[in-house]
């Protein structure tokens, strides 16, 4: 039991490390902004064709695909030492970590070969357009209809709306789930497209969040006109495609989000507390701040068991379905906590009344949307029930009632 | 990364599961549990000795096997699991390791080799009374090389041949072993909350005592013993966690009501998944004690605690509520889901409550962030 790499993977972290010392921006110039705008776009393509030519870009994909067949640790590696270097953020994580995968098992071969090295060297980008407002969790129930043109050539037009989709704003693709039979039970009536995000019949509204932030959008599809070509898999066989996605989706793994531990230790040694004495003295504090130490060096440590099992070449446990719960319910515990130790204070957000405290307060707004994002707390406990415990799945009311028919509440 | 058990080591863990699911059965425990004047199970107690499990981290030299601490952590792990009603933690992870960090060769030579062998139980007495033990509140105490005080409670105190006793000596705590089958020396058994694991009231009157490390190192040396207990014990709560999770499963799948399994309830399904959560983190904090435990790294100390804290936290957490999800039947003595609830106290308890960790954590966590 060692935290080493095997001496494969030191030798290929000194090649990459050394590649990055060559090749990586020096410094975020100008600043890079929250990585959804175009402001870092134009350094974001930059890195990342820099990457794909260098053979970084996708470092699992096979030859075949334009990457160079190596391994998720290798990947691993790279992120990490990637991640030493002041470099613009990652757009592209959606479509090359989801959509392309998804077109290059179910696109003909013309497809794949016009898509996907466009794709891999960050000259067009991908968003995922599954979300409805009709069906967040319920990703199956989707209303977005796709039909038949009257004119008998084959086309389909799309029209409806999807909701919470990262990058539609800047992307240039999408792959959409579309609904082509109301008459069939909820998964039995998808289709799924891809489409040109330029198309007219296509408008993006950002949301605007409760943090104050619009990181993701509202896609409406007004007879968006798609060819037959751009359907991906079989007709009405959409939900199997977006079972693909998603598979895809489940892999990407974050780390630690939102203040944590030691930023709170040091506010806490700074903040007065009860009776006067430093807020760091507080029982009731240093038993929170243990309980989330512990929890975040169990999540660390759990990555690394994961990572162990990637070094071996095995599929990693199903204990990295933890990360998320975890940490998103802490993220807004924590946050919450820092706000209440400032007492009345608490509530100024003013940058310059309240300089080292945007994080704690960043915390708090964003938690909720984390414990909601890809998954939401009570679906992610779900499938720790179902797929790693191996209880029984909730009953389903709708699995053989015809779409048309479901009860909608409205 | 390689930040798992070899397969050796996962070997033993698989053995020592076969080997205790047929020496320690419930049926076996419960023989401890219902009979207020059976301490321990003997017959386990050899057989695990001849096993050679008690002497698994002790040097050759010395007697033991001379593996090391990653193979003691797995068969802490099965241990727990069994809820073996043996004073394996008291021998092995407090006197064997005391003497193994403090011991002088004459010490080691004379003691190591006994434990190994199964021919010695051991004992750790620093509790006086209600409350933490404090350098202020100790009364114990050494003069002339005899000890005179009262320790409660002394988990193993009414079986053990040599214990651990934390008393003071000229003003200042030290550690000192005391023969338990010497003179000076009364026991009683006390009422506990674990039936299955005893425990006892030692009175010491001008009891010979020989010290066991520096003169004033008392509270300093249980300290360092309680870490690296705390890393064993945190794997027998991994144990025992994870086995309440897998009785809690089964009685789900089993139980209808309302006509349908009760583990198809999101609020069964959610329950267990909690539990599967926190017994993750702590199996992984526990992964990173064993890592730490046996590097002898200076990260022990905090590696210790976060395990004691994730450790204490899971089992509990696991065996209340197995209970829940068995519903009445679990609230029987005839069901084995209270040896869990109880052993999971008296493991959390043994070594110190985990609010005394946390706050051990957090201190050592303000060292390091000043230094």
């Known amino acids: 039991m060692d935290f080493n790499d095997s001496p494969e993977e030191a030798a290929y972290r000194a090649t990459a490390r050394a590649w990055l010392e060559a090749n990586a921006p020096k410094t975020a110039e100008g600043g890079y902004d929250d990585g959804e705008g175009a402001g870092s776009m134009a350094a974001s393509k930059a890195w990342q064709a820099r990457k794909a030519a260098a053979g970084y870009a ?52 013309a497809t794949k070969q016009r898509f996907v090295e466009p794709a891999l060297r960050g000259e067009e980008i991908w968003c995922q357009l599954f979300s409805e407002p009709s069906g967040g969790s319920d990703v199956a129930a989707a209303r977005t209809k796709a039909e038949k043109a009257p004119d008998g050539s084959g086309d389909w037009l799309i029209s409806g709306q999807k909701v919470w989709t990262t990058g539609a704003q800047f992307s240039d693709f999408g792959i959409v789930v579309t609904r082509t039979d109301p008459e069939a039970p909820k998964h039995k009536g998808l ?93 009731a504090l240093r038993e929170k701040i243990a309980d989330w130490y512990v929890a975040t060096e169990g999540l660390k440590h759990t990555r690394n068991r994961t990572l ?103 | 990364m390689n930040f798992d058990f070899s397969d050796d080591q996962k070997f033993l863990k698989s053995e020592a599961r076969k080997f205790l699911e047929a020496n320690s059965p419930t049926s076996r425990v419960r023989k401890v549990l219902d009979d207020d004047a059976k301490a321990y199970d003997e017959a386990l107690w050899k057989a695990v000795a001849a096993q050679g499990w008690l002497g698994a981290a002790i040097p050759e030299e010395h007697g033991g096997l001379g593996l090391g601490y990653l193979e003691l952590c797995v068969i802490a792990e099965e241990l ?34 006994k434990i190994a062998a199964g021919e010695l139980i051991g004992a750790i ?46 003003g200042k705590a030290g550690l000192f072993l005391v023969d338990l089958t010497g003179p000076g020396v009364t026991r009683e058994m006390l009422k506990t909350l674990d039936p299955t ?25 249980v300290e360092q013993v309680f870490d690296r207990a705390a890393v064993l014990l945190g794997f027998e709560q991994c144990g025992g966690a994870d086995k309440c999770l897998e009785m809690a499963k089964a009685y789900a799948l089993e139980r209808y009501a309302f006509g349908r399994q009760i583990a198809s309830y999101q609020a069964i399904k959610h329950k267990l998944a909690d539990i599967y959560v926190k017994n993750e983190l702590a199996r992984s904090n526990a992964y990173y004690g064993a890592w730490a435990l046996n590097t002898n790294a200076p990260e022990l100390p905090v590696a210790a605690s976060a395990t004691r804290i994730a450790a204490s ?36 308890l043994v070594a110190g409550a985990p609010r005394v960790w946390k706050e051990r954590l957090v201190s050592h966590l303000e060292r390091r962030n000043a230094a």
């Open chain 2, 80 to 113: 727990g699991r069994a809820v073996a009603p043996i004073p394996f933690a008291s021998t092995v992870y407090f006197l064997a390791e005391a003497i193994m960090l403090a011991g002088d060769d004459k010490q080691k030579a004379e003691i190591l080799p």
């Open chain 1, 191 to 283: 289709t799924m497209f891809w489409v040109d995000m330029h198309d007219p019949g296509i408008e993006v509204r950002p949301i605007h969040q409760m943090s104050g932030g619009s990181g993701f959008n509202e896609v409406f599809f007004t007879n968006v006109r798609v060819p037959d070509s751009q359907r991906l898999g079989a007709v009405n066989d959409g939900w199997r495609v977006s079972l693909v996605t998603l598979m895809n989706e489940r892999l990407a793994v974050g780390g630690p989000s939102g203040a944590g531990w030691a930023q709170f230790m040091e506010a806490a040694r700074n903040i007065t507390g009860l009776d006067g004495a430093p807020a760091i003295k507080d029982q």
């Open chain 2, 197 to 221: 694991r005893d425990a006892a009231r030692l009175t010491f009157k001008d009891a010979p005592a020989q010290r066991l490390g520096a003169a004033g190192e008392g509270f300093a040396l």
């Open chain 2, 125 to 170: 007495a620093t509790s006086e009374g209600p409350g933490a033990l404090t350098p202020n509140s100790l009364q114990a105490a050494v003069s002339g090389g005899k000890l005179t005080g009262t320790k409660l409670p002394v988990t193993d105190g009414d079986i053990a041949d040599l214990c651990l006793v934390l008393a003071k000596e000229g």
């Open chain 1, 58 to 109: 996708q470092i699992t994909w096979p030859k075949e695909w334009g990457g160079p067949g190596g391994t998720p640790i290798q990947q691993v590696i790279f992120n990490q030492e990637e991640g030493r270097h002041p470099v613009p953020p990652n757009p592209f994580q959606i479509g090359l970590g989801m959509c392309v995968p998804t077109v290059m098992t179910f696109a003909d071969e």
């Open chain 2, 313 to 348: 936290e899971a089992f509990w957490f696991a065996s209340k509520e197995n209970i829940q999800t068995h519903g009445g039947i679990g609230y029987t003595w005839e069901m084995d889901c209270h040896l869990y609830y109880k052993r999971s106290r008296q493991l959390s």
């Open chain 1, 308 to 410: 162990t099992a990637l070094s071996r070449g095995e599929t990693p446990g199903p204990e990295s379905s933890i990360g998320k719960v975890v940490s998103a319910m802490q993220m807004q515990e924590l946050g919450n906590t820092a706000v209440e130790m400032l007492d009345q204070y608490g509530i100024i957000t003013d940058p310059e009344l309240a300089p080292l405290h945007a994080a704690f307060h960043a915390s708090l707004l964003g938690a909720p949307g984390l414990r909601i994002a890809g998954g939401t707390d009570e679906i992610l406990k779900n499938i720790i029930a179902e797929r790693v415990l191996g209880l029984p799945q909730d009953i389903r009311v709708d699995k053989d009632v015809a779409f048309k028919d479901l009860p909608t509440g409205r």
